[in-house]
């Protein structure tokens, strides 16, 4: 016991150990559903900021009297559920009652759920766990946790965000627009991941990471190839937005459809990448016809195709979904006839196409007429929205007023 206490002098306060915490976006929300009545799930891709969030939940608690374990840590020697709760009996006696607890990387520790259900459950403490696998909150786990969790997915810092962490203040109004689009261009470049933001070395972190995802949560955990896991992770970075053929992918990672099916799941469930399905104005609900699949960071396109120059418009788009999915929207795409639009929000009866430009009038058509289709299709309560690079007007469809807005302005001001 003593020798674990020792190991987590390098993970907590009361130790050696200062992280630098920055604020972000989502820190007030995780506050304000701290309770000691449920488990505070904090989900999403690794090196994506969870565990930093976490202790910045312990700092608004009490640091002296906290307790985090990393259960990535190969030096700790708590190896199921039974032993992290004798564990924190031990040292809740030797040493403190905790007042709030981090559980980091805790789908690595077998029986972990009971272990969290009793902590819930005695409310002696908050519970805060932290996953980099969608698997932490299967229906199965639910059960065992017995409902008693909040859960939030994490996602890459918001451009707000990215642009506070270079120490600037986005909303203030002697910011320039050509200052928030050198920044749009790093942020669109390097993506979202908090270290990478903050490091020289960015390309050589983002190939750290990806290997990470592949080797650690994909090849080490369930029952499939390097090759073709690999061919479809570089598909999928290449291609944001790409309507994803099953069969056309199987061929190219020599692997049947089936199997592409479940590779796709699998980098679902380590964050990797989200599925957008196509919508139906008729039932409200999703078609499972092809899907489009776009990164959950912008980061791994560069790294997998910097040297064919950038799909820019294709990584705009990756962006705002990841903005609406960080507001928790449901989100969509629609075609018909031949027509498209980029998102479909129902929540918000939104229709939504990015591109770079409409200045050249093929674009403007294309994109004009997908919503002018949708709305016909859907009705006329719903709204239409255009999100260029750097362009602000109206167009008018249908007798409604069409905004054309800037992508800075989207992702810092909202609609």
Request: with cysteine; net charge positive.
């Amino acid at each position: 016991m003593e020798k674990n206490v020792d190991v987590l002098r390098d993970w907590n306060f009361w130790g050696t150990f200062s992280p630098n915490i920055l604020i972000r976006e989502e820190c007030h929300t995780l506050k304000g559903s701290l309770s000691k009545d449920n488990a505070l799930f904090i989900k999403g891709m690794r090196r994506v900021g969870k565990s930093f969030l976490g202790y910045y939940l312990i700092s608004t608690i009490s640091k002296d009297k906290s307790l985090a374990i990393n259960f990535e840590d190969p030096r700790i020697e708590i190896n199921n559920g039974k032993e992290l709760l004798e564990f924190i009996d031990y040292f809740s006696y030797k040493y403190f009652v905790p007042e709030i607890i981090l559980l980091d990387e805790i789908q690595n520790l077998p029986g972990w759920e009971k272990a969290v259900r009793v902590l819930v459950d005695t409310k002696k403490c908050y519970t805060v766990v932290t996953g980099s696998s969608s698997k932490l909150l299967s229906n199965e786990m639910s059960t065992k946790v017995a409902g008693r969790h909040i859960d939030f997915t994490i996602y890459p810092i918001s451009y707000v965000d990215f642009i506070k962490f270079k120490g600037k203040d986005p909303f203030s109004m002697s910011m320039k627009t050509k200052a928030k689009i050198v920044y749009l261009e790093e942020y669109l470049k390097y993506g979202g991941i908090p270290l990478v933001v903050l490091s020289k070395n960015k390309m050589r972190l983002l190939l750290e990471y990806v290997n990470d995802i592949i080797i650690k949560d994909g090849l080490s955990k369930y029952d499939i190839k390097e090759l073709p896991l690999k061919k479809i992770v570089r598909i999928i970075a290449e291609n944001p937005g790409m309507e994803f053929s099953l069969r056309r992918v199987g061929r190219t990672a020599g692997i049947c459809k089936d199997s592409v099916e479940r590779y796709l799941d699998i980098l679902q469930k380590v964050y990797f990448c989200h599925s957008v399905e196509k919508f139906s104005p008729k039932t409200y609900e999703p078609i499972y016809t092809n899907r489009k699949v776009y990164l959950n960071d912008v980061g791994f396109h560069t790294l997998f195709y910097n040297e064919k120059g950038t799909k820019i418009g294709k990584v705009m788009e990756n962006i705002v979904l990841i903005h609406f999915k960080r507001k928790n929207n449901d989100v969509y795409y629609w075609n018909g006839s031949g027509k498209e639009v980029d998102f479909v929000i129902p929540s918000k009866k939104l229709l939504v196409q990015v591109c770079y430009s409409l200045s050249d009038q093929k674009t403007m058509e294309r994109e004009i007429k997908g919503l002018e289709s949708a709305i016909g299709a859907f009705g006329d309560d719903w709204h239409p929205l255009v999100i260029s690079w750097d362009e602000q007007s109206t167009v008018k469809i249908r007798n409604k007023k069409v905004k054309v807005i800037p992508l800075y302005d989207f992702l810092i001001n909202g609609i």
